[in-house]
Structures are given as structure tokens and as C-alpha cells.
């Protein structure tokens, strides 16, 4: 069966780094665009970066443009998000999630979500 | 960015209600628009895609409408496993944007 756990979460003083990682089993990970989503405590979804199948576009939200990077290795059936000059509004939990579609002739991601992880918690505080 | 705007925030319902929640975008989105469910302390889970196809596994008392800017997401007779936050979600261009809940809650 499809699952993905993230990794990587914790305590971080702003300005510093961290590095999640997302672990993809029970599926051909390298058909699928992948995302991430985070959510603040108490507070709704925002979509943060998308990466297509094979690595080769990738697009963010303007709140972590510049900041975080998303990038895959598919050969490890892995997904990561890179963050830097972490701030206090990027605490949330962060979410892995597949995109719906395989790749096929069209090879953007549709931006459907049909498997998410647990979530790993990022909380950016001094 | 396109906005998504949910109503209402919250409502509170019985078991065996007929429950609409509407979403509405800031622009043309023609039918990417996509349900999930959330409860406390789970990931999200998707119920609707396209603005009306179920996804594999979801119950068929869910249902999905609309095209262009409005949107419904209807649960026919709502159960207590239905008790959560509903988000939409734009699909039609990046950065793709979630509206900011409906949480359904026992009356």
C-alpha cells in the first residue's frame, strides 16, 4: 500500500536551517509529482512547493521562494524539502502528498493530493 | 494567487442531515477544484477531484458541483464519522490555494 512518512522536524532557532525528508513506499515513486503542504497550529492548509516527476520543474509559494528548496531522489524513493532563514511563521507541521496522476503524454502534475504523510513538525523559535 | 473562499466557517448539524458547503474562487477556475476532509491531528484526505468525481473509496453520500467560480460540496446524510474540516483546493494554477475550512460540528 501507498505511504509516505516525513522526517526531519523539530526545534529551530530563526535564521538557521533544516532539511525534512519525505519516505515513499508501495508505489513507482518516480511517476509522480510530489508536494508539500504545511499547516500552522490552529490554522488552514498552504501549499508550499511542488516538484514534477522527474525533478525537472519545481514551483513554490511566494512565502518560501527563495528560502526553501524541494528537490527528489528517485533512486531512493525520496522526497526533501530544504529550508533556510527559517522564521517563526514557517512553524507548522509539514506534509508530503502525491500528486493523483501518474505521469503519462502530459507530464505536469494535476495539483490533487490523493496520499498525504503524517506530517513532521517544524516549530521556529528562539 | 487566486482566493478561495469558503462559507461558512463553521455549522453545526445532526446525524442524518443534509449538509452543502460552499466554495468560491477569486477567478475562473473552470473545474479544478478539489474536497478534502481533515480531522484533528490527521492529514487531509481527498474526497473530490474535478470538482465532482469521487475519489476511489469515499462514500457516495459525497458529492461535488459547480464549474467556473462557485462550488458545492454536499454530504447527503451526514454521519459521525463526517464530523471535520472541509477544504477546497484550486488546481488550476500555481501557487495552488486552499480556501480556510469549514469545520462540521455535532449539533
Known amino acids: 500500500q501507498v505511504q509516505l512518512v516525513e522526517s526531519g522536524g523539530g526545534v529551530v532557532q530563526p535564521g538557521r536551517s533544516l532539511r525534512l525528508s519525505c519516505a515513499a513506499t508501495?508505489?513507482?515513486?518516480?511517476?509522480?509529482?510530489m508536494n508539500w503542504v504545511r499547516q500552522a497550529p490552529g490554522k488552514g492548509l498552504e501549499w508550499v512547493a511542488v516538484?514534477?516527476?522527474?525533478?525537472?520543474?519545481?514551483y513554490y509559494a511566494d512565502s518560501v521562494k527563495g528560502r526553501f528548496s524541494i528537490s527528489r531522489d528517485n533512486s531512493k524513493n525520496t522526497l526533501y524539502l530544504q529550508m533556510n532563514s527559517l522564521r517563526a511563521d514557517d512553524t507548522a507541521v509539514y506534509y508530503c502528498?502525491?500528486?493523483?496522476?501518474?505521469?503519462?503524454?502530459?507530464?505536469?502534475?494535476?495539483?490533487?493530493?490523493?496520499?498525504w504523510g503524517q506530517g513532521t513538525l517544524v516549530t521556529v523559535s528562539s | 494567487d487566486i482566493q478561495m473562499t469558503q462559507s461558512p466557517s463553521s455549522l453545526s448539524a445532526s446525524v442524518g442531515d443534509r449538509v452543502t458547503i460552499t466554495c468560491r474562487a477569486s477567478?475562473?477556475?473552470?473545474?479544478?477544484l478539489s474536497w478534502y476532509q481533515q480531522k484533528p491531528g490527521k492529514a487531509p484526505k481527498l474526497l473530490i477531484y474535478?470538482?465532482?468525481s469521487l475519489q476511489s473509496g469515499v462514500p457516495s453520500r459525497f458529492s461535488g458541483s459547480g464549474s467556473g467560480t462557485d462550488f458545492t460540496l454536499t454530504i447527503s446524510s451526514l454521519q459521525p464519522e463526517d464530523f471535520a474540516t472541509y477544504y477546497c483546493?484550486?488546481?488550476?494554477?500555481?501557487?495552488?490555494?486552499f480556501g480556510q475550512g469549514t469545520k462540521v460540528e455535532i449539533k
Open positions: 502528498a502525491r500528486d493523483l496522476r501518474p505521469v503519462t503524454a502530459i507530464t505536469a502534475p494535476v495539483g490533487d493530493f490523493d496520499y
Open positions: 508501495g508505489f513507482t515513486f518516480s511517476r509522480y509529482g
Open positions: 516538484i514534477w516527476y522527474d525533478g525537472s520543474i519545481k
Open positions: 477567478q475562473s477556475i473552470s473545474s479544478y
Open positions: 474535478a470538482a465532482l
Open positions: 483546493q484550486q488546481s488550476y494554477s500555481t501557487p495552488w490555494t
